[in-house]
């Protein structure tokens, strides 16, 4: 039964995080269904509209024009309008500029409604050969003001902890992850759901000794502090 969109409603739509077959058939009926898109960039947007052909107006929704644009989908949500919002991959809000949207719908008493979908995170922790019951994801770590503060709080975390990485910046990342938190086992995945996916299960102090070059789009997923340790 395809979905029933409701007037005035914001839509939080999980997109595929690579293969363009992750996405679930509540997601393209909603797409297929809204007023219009609120996308992170349209032209990443496009190919996934375009490959399950649906044709809907977009409005570009980023970290740098969402104080501006916020007050317009509000508007627009208000006059009964269904919008639904997507990242350029995966669950929108999770590092990306959605939660300022979502703050402002709340406030303005507008019903919200998620399709859930795709994540990079979840898809990393689940092959990842470490404790899953309790985890904190800490997205990018800061790249420079506040980073040792940050990996000294965190080299107390007991659970395991996910971030997002870059290739330029993962060399330097992970030798201060080994200066901070000592040994501890790792999961690296690597341009996940896409033709180049890799998964490195390895240690901190083995990938620091490593030569290598890191291509695509980083998760990392590094043990917590073992209890005495």
């Not at 399709?115 to 904190?136: K, N």
């Not at 996916?197 to 695509?216: I, M, P, Q």
Request: glycine letters at 6%.
């Amino acid at each position: 039964m395809a979905n029933e969109i409701q007037n005035g409603s914001l839509y939080i739509v999980s997109t595929p995080i690579g293969n363009l077959g992750d996405i679930t058939f509540r997601a393209i009926d909603t797409l297929k269904g809204v007023s219009a898109i609120a996308a992170e960039d349209s032209r990443v947007t496009s190919r996934l509209l375009s490959h399950y052909e649906i044709s809907k107006p977009m409005i570009s929704y980023h970290d740098f024009n969402k104080e501006k644009v916020t007050p317009q989908i509000i508007v627009r949500l208000k006059n009964n309008e269904s919008i639904a919002l997507v990242t350029d991959a995966g669950t929108p809000l999770v590092s990306d500029p959605g939660f300022y949207l979502v703050r402002e719908a709340v406030a303005q008493g507008i019903n919200i409604i998620p399709i859930p979908g795709a994540s990079a995170l979840l898809t990393a922790l689940v092959v990842a050969g470490l404790p899953s019951d309790r985890f904190t994801f800490e997205g990018f770590l800061p790249k420079k003001k506040g980073r040792q503060t940050r990996l000294k709080e965190l080299a107390l975390e007991a659970r395991s902890m996910i971030f997002y990485e870059s290739p330029q910046r993962i060399e330097k990342t992970i030798p201060h992850l080994l200066e901070y938190f000592g040994n501890r086992n790792i999961l690296i995945g690597r341009e996940l759901t896409k033709k180049f996916e890799e998964f490195v299960h390895s240690d901190l102090e083995t990938l620091s000794k490593a030569s290598r070059t890191w291509k695509g789009e980083l998760v990392m997923v590094v043990e917590g502090k073992k209890h005495g340790r």
